[in-house]
């Protein structure tokens, strides 16, 4: 099992930048991949971002392409969302989730694994 802590979320004026972690947890020796959804008021969950197991292989929505990078440390059994140039539409709660596997996807029902959950504002 794993346990996934996200940080990082917050306030941001538009044009600006954060940087979320997701931290894991438990057992973290066999390949897992992670991914970024969020939620945002009114609206259905999607998928953001995906990384493999070894960071090889990576995943964007269309809508940050060119704006957010997925990165992973797996010394510190740690993923990233670096999100710039941010817009008042990314506002929502960001969660990452994670499953055991080597590549990633952006359908929810694929991971088993979730974190709690970090909201991100961006305002006007």
């Known amino acids: 099992h794993l346990q996934l802590v996200e940080s990082g979320g917050g306030l941001v004026q538009s044009g600006g930048s954060l940087r979320l972690s997701c931290a894991a947890s438990?057992?973290?020796?066999?390949?897992?991949?992670i991914a970024w959804f969020r939620r945002a008021p009114g609206k259905e969950r999607e998928g953001v971002s995906c990384?493999?197991?070894?960071?090889?292989?990576?995943n964007y929505h269309e809508s940050v392409k060119g704006r957010f990078t997925i990165s992973r440390d797996n010394a510190k059994n740690t993923g990233y969302l670096q999100m710039n140039s941010l817009k008042p539409e990314d506002t929502a709660v960001y969660y990452c989730?994670?499953?055991?596997?080597?590549?990633?996807?952006?359908?929810?029902?694929?991971?088993?694994?979730w974190g709690q959950g970090t909201q991100v504002t961006v305002s006007s």
């Open positions: 990384i493999s197991s070894n960071g090889s292989h990576t």
């Open positions: 989730a994670a499953d055991y596997g080597h590549y990633c996807s952006d359908l929810p029902y694929e991971y088993d694994y």
């Open positions: 438990g057992d973290t020796s066999d390949d897992y991949f």
